[in-house]
């Protein structure tokens, strides 16, 4: 069967980790295919909360595989404190062997460079993304698979070291030595091995099978992706659909359901454009009532309307069938709410994404407010004007929204 996807529409925290795990109960498969533990991916059920970074949000559900794809960058120290909270993972979680590593130095390259860039910092979440994918462009990374010979895997990085040394000195970063990394290194292929594999592989004996349904995890959002979203202001991998067929090496005929998630309205962390943002009463009261501060950062998260605007864009870059719009219940007791409709540029009303997006002014339509759609898990129990709101956030980003999210909890949530 097809692999149904589930992607990030607008700055990530849309929500992923919710949906991914509400629908995981229905799937034999749940892969990432990118990102790193740059990703915070929250769940809630019955009241215990869990943040995922690297393993896939199906983890919860005993039954699906969960698979990190050979399009992420791994850090190993990461992903073992995550599967610390897990028991039974062998068999249950299989890590690709094309994956990239994601070590401690890359890390330090990141926030050191971060720091170097003062105010034009991107804000990164200083986790060594953005070097550990220049590694693999630059083809001088290094894979999962290479950690099951420790020796030979130290003494290639200790030549990257060598060959970098003047990045190293420059960033005044301290190289682990041999012996250091060597037992850092040992200890890795022990935990990993039974782990390891070519997932490429499992996946396509999932999707040749007629009765196995895979569902794809998407991280960060379209919005900061490397390609087609706010660059440099954006992440180091492919955020939207496609990215996830090269994340997985699967093709664009093995996507079944796109479904993009996007919040009720806007949340972005870090620097960068974002046209709708509100900085006066109105964000802080989102940011407030939405609980807006990081999964992996704990920074607090820029807030504003629904960028309807960036969300068409967006929905037609990945294919979305269905938008799944969460947080609605955030928007409760709000007397007026606003959409983004339009921007204006040079005195100009333009319905697209311009190269110069921090220079467009945000052109808002207004609806009624209301109170009490919380916890609501079906489409007619919710206020009539939060039913308007979604009629015309179809309307306007052209895409039909097939799941609302009332609540942080797996249960909260209507599929229509
Ligand atoms: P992800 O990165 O896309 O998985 O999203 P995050 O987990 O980083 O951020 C989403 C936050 O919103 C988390 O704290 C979720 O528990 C919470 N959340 C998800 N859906 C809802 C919802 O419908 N209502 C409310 N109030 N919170 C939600
Ligand atoms: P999830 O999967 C929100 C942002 C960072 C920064 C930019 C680059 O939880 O939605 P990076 O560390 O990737 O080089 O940072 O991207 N960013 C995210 N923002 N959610 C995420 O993931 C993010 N992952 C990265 O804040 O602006
Ligand atoms: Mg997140």
Same mark, same amino acid.
């Given at each position: 069967?097809?692999?149904?996807?589930?992607?990030?529409?607008?700055?990530?925290? $849309?929500?992923?980790?919710?949906?991914?795990?509400?629908?995981?109960?229905?799937?034999?498969?749940?892969?990432?295919?990118?990102?790193?533990?740059?990703?915070?991916?929250?769940?809630?059920?019955? =009241?215990?909360?869990?943040?995922?970074?690297?393993?896939?949000?199906?983890?919860?559900?005993?039954?699906?595989?969960?698979?990190? =794809?050979?399009?992420?960058?791994?850090?190993?120290?990461?992903?073992?404190?995550?599967?610390? %909270?897990?028991?039974?993972?062998?068999?249950? &979680?299989?890590?690709?062997?094309?994956?990239?590593?994601?070590l401690?130095?890359?890390?330090?390259?990141? %926030?050191?460079?971060?720091?170097?860039?003062?105010?034009?910092?991107?804000?990164?979440?200083?986790?060594?993304?953005?070097?550990?994918?220049?590694?693999?462009?630059?083809?001088?990374?290094? *894979?999962?698979?290479?950690?099951?010979?420790p020796?030979?895997l130290c003494?290639?990085i200790m030549?990257?070291f060598?060959?970098? *040394?003047?990045?190293?000195?420059?960033?005044?970063?301290?190289t682990p030595n041999k012996e250091e990394l060597l037992e850092e290194l040992?200890?890795? !292929?022990?935990?990993?091995?039974?782990?390891?594999?070519?997932?490429?592989?499992?996946?396509? !004996?999932?999707?040749?099978?007629?009765?196995? !349904?895979?569902? &794809?995890?998407?991280? %960060? =959002?379209?919005?900061?992706?490397?390609?087609?979203?706010?660059?440099?202001?954006?992440?180091?991998?492919?955020?939207?659909?496609?990215?996830?067929?090269?994340?997985?090496?699967?093709?664009?005929?093995?996507?079944?359901?796109?479904?993009?998630?996007?919040?009720?309205?806007?949340?972005?962390?870090?620097? +960068?454009?974002?046209?709708?943002?509100?900085?006066?009463?109105? +964000?802080?009261?989102?940011?407030?009532?939405?609980?807006?501060?990081?999964?992996?950062?704990?920074?607090? *998260? !820029?807030?504003?309307?629904?960028?309807?605007?960036?969300?068409?864009?967006?929905?037609?870059?990945?294919?979305?069938?269905?938008?799944?719009?969460?947080? #609605?219940?955030? #928007?409760?007791?709000?007397?007026?709410?606003?959409?983004?409709?339009?921007?204006?540029?040079?005195?100009?009303?333009?319905?697209?994404?311009?190269?110069?997006?921090?220079?467009?002014?945000?052109?808002?339509?207004?609806?009624?407010?209301?109170? +009490?759609?919380?916890?609501?898990?079906?489409?007619?129990?919710?206020?009539?004007?939060? %039913? $308007?709101?979604?009629?015309?956030?179809?309307?306007?980003?052209?895409?039909?929204?097939?799941?609302?999210?009332?609540?942080?909890?797996?249960?909260?949530?209507?599929?229509?």
């Amino acid at each position: 069967m097809k692999a149904d996807l589930i992607v990030g529409i607008q700055w990530g925290d $849309e929500g992923k980790g919710k949906i991914v795990d509400r629908l995981a109960c229905e799937y034999d498969m749940v892969c990432r295919s990118q990102g790193g533990h740059n990703a915070g991916h929250t769940i809630w059920v019955d =009241g215990v909360k869990y943040a995922l970074h690297l393993i896939p949000s199906g983890v919860l559900n005993p039954k699906a595989i969960n698979v990190v =794809g050979n399009g992420v960058v791994l850090s190993p120290e990461s992903i073992i404190k995550e599967m610390a %909270q897990f028991e039974g993972l062998e068999g249950r &979680l299989f890590i690709s062997d094309k994956a990239h590593l994601n070590l401690s130095y890359h890390a330090m390259i990141d %926030q050191a460079r971060e720091r170097l860039k003062g105010d034009k910092a991107i804000g990164t979440t200083g986790k060594g993304i953005g070097p550990a994918y220049a590694d693999k462009i630059n083809r001088i990374g290094h *894979r999962v698979g290479e950690l099951l010979n420790p020796a030979k895997l130290c003494s290639s990085i200790m030549n990257y070291f060598e060959q970098n *040394r003047d990045i190293f000195d420059i960033l005044e970063i301290k190289t682990p030595n041999k012996e250091e990394l060597l037992e850092e290194l040992e200890g890795y !292929r022990v935990k990993f091995a039974p782990f390891i594999t070519d997932t490429t592989q499992m996946l396509w !004996r999932a999707l040749d099978e007629e009765n196995k !349904r895979v569902l &794809l995890e998407g991280a %960060q =959002g379209t919005m900061l992706d490397i390609d087609h979203g706010t660059y440099p202001y954006v992440t180091s991998s492919s955020t939207v659909s496609a990215g996830a067929c090269t994340g997985l090496g699967i093709n664009s005929k093995d996507i079944g359901k796109v479904t993009g998630i996007v919040k009720a309205y806007c949340t972005r962390v870090g620097n +960068g454009p974002f046209p709708s943002e509100d900085l006066g009463e109105d +964000g802080k009261r989102l940011g407030k009532q939405g609980h807006e501060f990081g999964t992996t950062t704990g920074r607090a *998260r !820029r807030c504003g309307w629904f960028d309807a605007v960036a969300c068409r864009y967006a929905s037609r870059l990945n294919g979305c069938d269905e938008l799944a719009l969460m947080k #609605l219940d955030v #928007l409760d007791g709000f007397s007026e709410v606003k959409i983004c409709v339009a921007y204006e540029l040079d005195g100009v009303e333009i319905d697209y994404l311009p190269q110069n997006l921090e220079d467009v002014k945000p052109i808002y339509k207004s609806f009624k407010g209301w109170s +009490g759609s919380a916890g609501v898990r079906k489409f007619e129990d919710l206020p009539k004007e939060a %039913q $308007e709101y979604v009629r015309v956030i179809e309307e306007i980003t052209k895409t039909k929204v097939g799941i609302i999210s009332t609540s942080p909890e797996r249960e909260d949530t209507i599929i229509l």
